[in-house]
């Protein structure tokens, strides 16, 4: 067996060898199974790594290389099992991540400079990888989907901590909310129509979409890619954007039509299926001084019967909320960086600073009066805040962090899962990693008991 892997490797070299050769001075970094890793993937995604504001540290190389070869054992398995994904939802992904990038860099053209070529040649040099790490990530998921925790398990990973050990949980609060954004009369709204009106008429005279969507388009995270939202299915976009992209057929455009983000005209580009790529622009209808002034009279009136026992906050919450998310969760807010858990207890310095500003003077079971806020798109409002609870700061135990470690315990029983399965995959598999990254320590198990080694 190992003599036959041995010229099998030879054969799978003399490939990989051609194949360099074709991509000029690209060589191979690594080779798992029938799977090479060239420099060119690893620079891509180093350079991804440099886009979101990380410091040049060849050492992350090591990293990013030991990702992409526990990437290769996944999507290996992948094949075997027949685990694949949607083209659809690559193309999702790719334009998603296209838009942070394009974000993180300051827009399309720096983006550009950066990588040295156009957004198109770069997207067409991502999706194999996006596709690989998505079809990777499925895998996963199916390797630890059956994995749960018992409240003894849970008990035991705590018990593993020595009493000094034990994490510093810090501040904690529970904060619900009532969101009130101004509602614009439809004379208020008129100009605003009318503006976007008037660009739907520039197309139809024969003026470029695209164009006009980088020039005038108020998404932020569309304009500078002409519009274009990539392909989504109908559970992505709000009702009213859905209904008319499905509607359409390719290359057909939209009257104008409004949704809770403002007036839209769309066109369709593609269609796959249940999935379709679309392209649109927004305007978003700005704050008269005489709709706020209707939203904090609406604010007093709720606040006030808050106060008087008329009506409890989590019943006004679900009756007058603007924020979908809290709206009928007792207007509670959930902690965003860690969805999954859907808990309610935020960190101090997790909370935004301007509810903290509110809520760090306020007793517990207290109501404050309506403060007014603008959020991130530059939307004006009024927000009423209750704070539930407050929990100083403390060493993590299981009557007041149940969760906490109930979660932890989870993760290190799929994390020992997973570390199981590379450990057996790694143990029959060839695997050659170039002498270039001897250095690297997170490697150097990679080729440990493996079938070949360098």
Same mark, same amino acid.
């Given at each position: 067996?190992r ?26 970094v690594?080779v798992l ?17 440099l ?16 990702q ?24 999702e ?6 838009r ?16 040295? %070529? ?17 079809i ?8 630890t989907?059956d ?12 018990d ?24 614009l009369?439809?004379?208020e ?18 003026e ?10 108020e998404?932020?995270g ?13 559970? %992505? ?7 008319w ?14 949704s ?6 769309l ?26 002034e209707r ?5 007093d ?18 009756l007058y909320?603007?924020n ?10 959930l902690y965003?960086?860690n969805?999954?858990? %859907?808990?309610?207890?935020i960190?101090a310095?997790?909370?935004d ?10 007793k ?5 009066q ?6 991130p ?17 403390h060493?993590?135990?299981?009557e007041?962090?149940y ?13 020992r ?14 695997? %050659?990693?170039?002498?270039d ?18």
């Amino acid at each position: 067996m190992r003599k036959f892997l041995v010229t099998a490797s030879g054969l799978i070299c003399l490939f990989f060898n051609v194949q360099a050769q074709k991509k000029n001075i690209d060589k191979v970094v690594a080779v798992l199974g029938n799977n090479i890793i060239l420099l060119s993937d690893l620079n891509q995604q180093y350079a991804q790594y440099l886009n979101s504001g990380n410091p040049d540290d060849d050492k992350v190389k090591c990293y990013i290389l030991q990702q992409m070869l526990a990437q290769k054992l996944l999507k290996q398995q992948a094949e075997i099992d027949s685990v694949v994904v949607e083209e659809a939802q690559v193309d999702e992904e790719v334009e998603k991540r296209m838009r942070y990038q394009i974000q993180r860099a300051g827009g399309q053209e720096r983006l550009e400079q950066f990588l040295n %070529r156009s957004v198109l040649q770069y997207k067409d040099e991502i999706r194999p990888d996006i596709k690989e790490q998505l079809i990777s990530n499925k895998m996963q998921q199916k390797i630890t989907q059956d994995v749960n925790i018992t409240p003894i398990e849970v008990k035991r990973y705590f018990d593993s901590y020595q009493k000094d050990s034990l994490p510093d949980i810090p501040t904690e609060f529970e904060v619900g909310e009532i969101v009130l954004h101004p509602k614009l009369t439809k004379a208020e709204k008129q100009k605003f129509y009318d503006k976007i009106d008037a660009l739907r008429l520039r197309v139809k005279s024969g003026e470029d979409f695209a164009f006009l969507a980088k020039s005038y388009s108020e998404d932020t995270g569309s304009a500078a890619e002409g519009g274009d939202l990539g392909f989504f299915d109908r559970t %992505r976009m709000v009702k009213e954007f859905t209904a008319w992209a499905f509607k359409l057929k390719p290359g057909e455009m939209s009257p104008v039509f409004e949704s809770e983000h403002g007036f839209h005209i769309l066109q369709v580009i593609e269609r796959r299926g249940e999935q379709v790529q679309a392209r649109h622009i927004l305007i978003r209808p700005e704050t008269t001084p005489a709709s706020l002034e209707r939203t904090k009279l609406q604010a007093d009136t709720i606040y006030k019967n808050i106060i008087e026992k008329k009506l409890p906050f989590s019943t006004a919450a679900s009756l007058y909320s603007d924020n979908k998310e809290s709206q009928y969760n007792g207007g509670m807010i959930l902690y965003a960086d860690n969805v999954t858990a %859907r808990t309610t207890f935020i960190p101090a310095d997790k909370l935004d600073p301007k509810v903290f500003v509110v809520v760090d003077t306020m007793k517990v079971g207290e109501v404050s009066q309506p403060v007014s806020f603008t959020d991130p798109d530059g939307k004006q409002g009024y927000k009423i805040l209750y704070l539930k609870s407050k929990i100083p700061p403390h060493k993590g135990n299981l009557e007041q962090d149940y969760s906490k470690f109930k979660e932890k315990a989870q993760q290190n029983k799929i994390d020992r899962m997973l570390s199981e399965w590379f450990e057996k995959r790694r143990e029959n598999t060839y695997i %050659r990693i170039d002498e270039d990254y001897d250095d690297c320590d997170e490697l150097k198990i990679w080729t440990k008991n493996s079938t070949a080694k360098k």
